[in-house]
C-alpha cells in the first residue's frame, strides 16, 4: 500500500476540492507566520562557512567591502539580496505524514470540524517538474538537515561554476573576484530552499510542501504572460495564477488540477474530523457525485479524542484522556 500525504482542511474547503478536482497553490508570502521563508538566515552564515571550508575557497565573509547599497561586507551583500528574494510570491498547498493529529485539526482542520483527505503520494510526488516550477519537498526542520541542504547545492554549483568557467585552476581567486555574480546565481535556488524550511518547533507537524515557485518579470507584457500561462504535466494541469480577497488581504493563486488521476485512486482515504457533524453517507454521496470511485476511498472518523461543546451561545473545549 501506498503512503498517504494527507490535507488537513474546513468542509467548505474540502466540497471546493471534491468538487473543482484541484487543490489550491496559495502565496506563502501572506501566511500568518512572519517567518515563512525567512528561516534559511538562521543557517545561511554557517552553512557558507562550512561550504566554503570543504571546497577550499579562503574568503573572509565578514572582511570590510563596500557595496553599492547599505552592505558593508560580502555576508551583508547576500544576506540583502536573499532577503528579497524570499519576500517574492511562491505558491504552496501543505500536506502531513500523520492524517489525525490534534494539532493538525486544531491549526488547519476548523478546529477539529473539518476532513483530512489522504493523497495517495507515489502520484501526488509525480507533480515535481524543475520545468514548470513546481516542486514537492518534505519540509526540513533540523538545523543540521537544513545546513546539509545548503551545502548538497552549494557542492552541485561549485562543480557546475568549475566546469563552466573553466576556473579550476584558481577557483578560489576567481570566487572573490565574481562574489556579486555569485550571489545573482545563488539567490534563486536559496529562495527555493528557503520554501521547505521551519522552525525545529512545527516538526510534529511532518509536512510535505508542493510549491510553486515561477519567475515574475518586472516587464508588464511579460508578466500578463505569466498570469495566462496553464501548464500541462504528468496528467496535471497547473492553471494561471490568480486573486482573490482574504479579510484585509488580496492573496495570489494557482489551482493545480488533479482531474486525470481521480479514477487512479489519487485520493484514498477522508477522516472526519473529531468535532464534525458529517457521517460517512455525506462523504460517500458528495465523492460518487463528482465522479470518484467512492468504493475504493477509505471513509473514516476520526479517533482523536477532542470536541467543541456549544452551550448558550459559548463554545467549549473537552479533550477526553
Known sequence: ?????????????FIAIISSKCLRLSDLSKSNDYMERKWIMNILEEALDKSFKDEGIIINL????????????????????????????????CFSRKGDLLSQWKAYGDDGRGVSIGFDSKLLYKVDSCKNDIYIEDVL?????QIEGVLTYMK??????????????????????EFDAFCEVIC????????????LAFKEEDEVRIFYAPIISDEPELIQEQFSKTSRFNNYVLKPINFCARKDQ?????????????????????????SSRVNKDDIYYLLTKFGYNSNDIYIKQSQTSYRLIGLNNLVFISIMV
Not at 62 to 78: F, P, S, T, V
Not at 157 to 177: A, P
Open 156 to 177: 552541485d554549483l561549485f562543480e557546475l561554476e568549475q566546469n563552466t568557467y573553466r576556473v579550476s585552476d584558481d577557483f578560489n581567486k576567481y570566487f572573490i573576484e
Open 250 to 274: 488580496i492573496i495570489g493563486y494557482s489551482d493545480l488540477s488533479f482531474e486525470k488521476l481521480i479514477q487512479r485512486g489519487v485520493i484514498s482515504e477522508i477522516i472526519i474530523g473529531p
Open 1 to 13: 500500500m501506498n503512503e498517504k500525504l494527507y490535507h488537513y482542511c474546513s468542509l467548505e474547503t
Open 188 to 199: 534563486d535556488e536559496l529562495a527555493i530552499l528557503s520554501c521547505y524550511m521551519k522552525n
Open 141 to 145: 526542520y533540523d538545523k543540521e538537515e
Open 62 to 93: 565578514r572582511e570590510k567591502y563596500r557595496y553599492g547599497n547599505d552592505a558593508n561586507n560580502h555576508i551583508d551583500y547576500l544576506l540583502e539580496m536573499l532577503r528579497d528574494e524570499v519576500t517574492q510570491s511562491n505558491y504552496i498547498t
